[in-house]
């Protein structure tokens, strides 16, 4: 069973950066996928950024690319999604998922099996 635990949320205010971190137990994640999802209040869940643990090969969701980077450190079992030039449409709670390499785009959440219980960013001026 793989456990994923947050952290790094905050409040912010427009142009602020926030680096999110996102530790691993109970499994190695090597040959997975490692995503950063969000979900603002009314809103669906949208995909921010995945990592493949296994080369670092990275995708990202529509409106972050060039602002927010994922990355990974295997030996701490960590993912971390920085945040640059963030604004108020980047409100929402902030959410880990891990899952092993399988068919299926990795910014589709249903396909991730595990979740963390998320981290809140707000940003506000």
């Known amino acids: 069973q793989v456990h994923l635990e947050e952290s790094g949320g905050g409040s912010v205010q427009p142009g602020g950066s926030l680096t999110l971190s996102c530790i691993a137990s109970?499994?190695?994640?090597?040959?997975?996928?490692m995503a950063w999802f969000r979900q603002a209040p009314g809103k669906e869940r949208e995909a921010v950024a995945a990592i493949y643990t296994g080369n670092d090969n990275t995708v990202y969701g529509r409106g972050v690319k060039g602002r927010f980077t994922i990355s990974q450190d295997s030996a701490k079992s960590a993912v971390y999604l920085q945040m640059n030039g963030l604004n108020p449409e980047d409100t929402a709670m902030y959410y880990c998922?891990?899952?092993?390499?399988?068919?299926?785009?990795?910014?589709?959440?249903?396909?991730?099996?595990?979740w963390g219980q998320g981290t809140q960013v707000t940003v506000s001026s």
């Open positions: 109970g499994s190695t994640l090597v040959w997975w996928y």
């Open positions: 998922a891990a899952r092993r390499a399988s068919a299926g785009s990795p910014l589709h959440g249903d396909t991730y099996d595990y």
